[in-house]
């Protein structure tokens, strides 16, 4: 693979530090959500970083995968809802649904755009086979 882009962020103090760049694009405070035994609060979480990141990289790719294809993605929106669970012997993983709203296209041919993007993401390639991702086309009528 030729690398095209690097980039990285430092973390202190866990689920309950900060996190930051060295550009200082990213700067944060986290919080432990209630929902995992902490205080919850005004910090954000890895899952909400991470569920960010693969929501903006599939738009982007599904933008470039529709471009190829010749349709129109006006009004596009991809949602990303990650889920933290356990495995048996205390393992930790993820669970990912990118929930994708496609107004101008018909139900075949949003699904044949989020299908195709799924192959070209980086994220959704970063994942496979460790994380479980559902598609969901959000029909027009179901704004996100």
Do not use: W
């Amino acid at each position: 693979m030729k690398i095209l882009y690097t980039t990285d962020a430092t973390a202190t103090g866990g689920r309950e530090g900060h996190v930051h760049t060295s550009d200082g694009r990213l700067d944060l405070e986290l919080a432990l959500p209630k929902e995992l035994g902490g205080p919850g609060g005004a910090g954000t979480n890895p899952e909400q970083l991470f569920a960010a990141g693969f929501a903006g990289c599939f738009d982007n790719a599904m933008l470039l995968v529709a471009r190829r294809m010749k349709v129109n993605t006006t009004g596009s929106r991809v949602t990303a809802q990650v889920g933290l669970g356990m495995f048996e012997a205390g393992r930790f993983g993820l669970e990912v649904e990118l929930l994708v709203s496609l107004p101008e296209l018909d139900e075949d041919e949003a699904r044949a755009l989020v299908d195709a993007t799924h192959k070209v993401c980086p994220f959704s390639n970063a994942v496979a086979g460790n994380v479980d991702v559902k598609l969901t086309v959000v029909p027009p009528s179901d704004v996100l």
